[in-house]
């Protein structure tokens, strides 16, 4: 599926970015005609191969601050401006260590036979994003952000790839404010939409090394399926309680910036608009994309 192919919403297509949607427009079950606010919490992959022509898309977006998840040896800059009138926040979740798709597969491939790999690394992710010396407290950052006093401008959130540390905390949001894990879940999983232009040369990447030939466990560590992020959920709630738990006493973050982020992220939907279709998306993550 080519990029200009991609469901729209939630993606967008910004030549030279690949997989950048708006995580906003998904409807709260539990709080009925409550949606996620859209245009505001978009993510991506990183911006490498960004041009004019994908600035100017981002620019109509009304982005203000690019969270850049990544570590110095992966980005190898800490450069402010991301665009004129953007803001690049380094706010990477290891400081010096690669966490691409391919690292996490050098460090937790013998669990790439089910979703237990993600969890560990997801594991990793909390963990070190937490870790109270951290000098750049890059979940905060966003959080704080999100939980201005005033409406917040709207911010794009990366990495290398735009799924596993920007899954993490883009899953955190979400559940911030109040969303089912089943949506949750299938928001992470359309990385393997947005992200198909790329699969297949880091599969073949992977494939080499390190799974010397084994096509198909290269395959599972470069998806974004749904049960990884649901078992990385309830594990979230076996080891900290709840993601309000996790939230507050391991990222020491207020009640009062949690329950702004619900306020200003969580709005009524306007009369004659709905909320994503996500049912219908989720049909097509079922075809192959490799």
Known sequence: MSPTDLPSPPFIHAPGLVNLRDAGGYAIEGNPGKAVRRGVLFRSADLRDLGDDGISTLKKLGITHVFDLRSLKEHGTQASEAWEGARRIFAPVFLDEDYSPAAIAE????????????????????TTAAHEDHPYQPFQAILRH??????PSPVLIHCTAGKDRTGVIVALILALCGLDDEVIAHEYSLTDLGLAPRLEAIVQQLTVA??????????????????AMLM????????????KGYVFNELRMSQATVEQVRKNLVVDLAEGEEAHDWRSHAGLL???HL
Do not use: C, H, N
């Open 210 to 227: 390190p799974f010397q030939g084994d096509r198909g466990k290269a395959e599972m560590m470069v998806r974004a399926r749904k049960e």
């Open 286 to 288: 079922e075809k192959p």
């Open 146 to 151: 999100l939980g201005s006093p005033t409406a």
């Open 107 to 126: 460090r937790f491939g013998q669990y790439s036979d089910g979703p237990e790999g993600f969890v560990r690394a997801y594991d990793s992710i909390l």
């Open 232 to 243: 990385t959920l309830k594990f979230i709630r076996e080891k900290y309680g709840s993601v």
